[in-house]
């Protein structure tokens, strides 16, 4: 199935302008690219703007509660080994409400595909500051400024030695497109941060402010199976912001045992009603 005929036919709450449209075609072009039809793919999103992008194509989709998306995606994963689960939501979604979930996900390293639309506010509620706001950023809820440091999800990432990390923007839907095909194919659990622009909240870190800043990894200039440069280069921020694979890890992705799950099914109640009794 092409990209474009991925499209679904309800209309787009989204404000004009909005980078989730950018996105959303990065998501539908490595659809294609990975040859997958819409029965083999499973979506899972929480709440907010961002989580409602799979809503917009044509694929099996599980919308659930704000920052609940990752334990719904791996229970869907260890039952239905043969999907291609994908998860997507946005930086309050994910690192705020969902933020105990993201550190046992990033742990765990089952093979899952995470893509976080990072707007650094909140664009369904209004423009509230989220944990990738900058310092001094000033938004509904900090009027004079947050006081508290960007939250860096990709250095934690590495940190923690997970599956496959890199990093998107939505005025490039083509290199985001590459670049979620790769996350998909490696076996791991795999986090793309997509930047993008809020047209209606985020008046600093507009689409023009980071096209002046974004830049695309040369072939060759990083090694991202080494874990202290892709650490250093996913705290780069400001002047220039890299966009592609920073890490890729060699550590195996968590087994799912192959069991005949209605007998094993039974003979677990079996045992609790013994033990019960």
Request: with cysteine; charged share 20%.
């Amino acid at each position: 199935m092409r990209a474009k005929d991925r499209n679904l036919n309800d209309p787009l709450a989204w404000c004009p302008g909005c980078g989730n449209f950018g996105i959303r075609e990065g998501v539908k072009q490595a659809l294609e690219q990975l040859e997958l039809e819409p029965h083999e793919v499973a979506f899972v999103s929480g709440i907010g703007q961002a989580a409602k992008a799979p809503h917009y194509i044509r694929c099996n989709l599980y919308n659930g509660l704000h920052g609940r998306t990752l334990p719904v995606a791996t229970g869907l994963k260890l039952t239905r080994p043969d999907l291609t689960v994908i998860c997507e939501g946005g930086d309050g979604d994910g690192y705020a409400e969902g933020g105990n979930h993201f550190l046992h996900a990033l742990r765990r390293n089952l093979d899952i595909t995470y893509l976080v639309h990072d707007n650094q506010v909140y664009g369904l509620t209004k423009g509230q500051a989220s944990p990738t706001s900058d310092k001094g950023m000033k938004t509904a809820t900090t009027p004079f400024g947050s006081d508290a440091p960007a939250f860096n999800p990709l250095a934690l990432a590495v940190t923690l030695d997970t599956g496959f990390v890199g990093r998107g923007f939505c005025g490039n839907p083509a290199h985001l497109a590459g670049l979620i095909a790769e996350a998909v194919r490696h076996p791991g659990f795999a986090l793309v941060e997509i930047l993008q622009n809020c047209v209606s909240f985020n008046k600093v870190n507009t689409a023009q402010w980071y096209r002046e800043r974004v830049r695309i990894l040369a072939d060759g200039e990083h090694d991202p199976t080494d874990r202290a440069a892709a650490f250093k280069l996913a705290r780069e921020w400001g002047d220039t912001i890299p966009l592609g694979v920073i890490y890729r890890s060699k550590r195996p992705a968590l087994p799912i045992p192959v069991r005949d799950r209605p007998a094993d099914t039974k003979a677990l109640l079996e045992q609790l009603l013994q033990d019960l009794d």
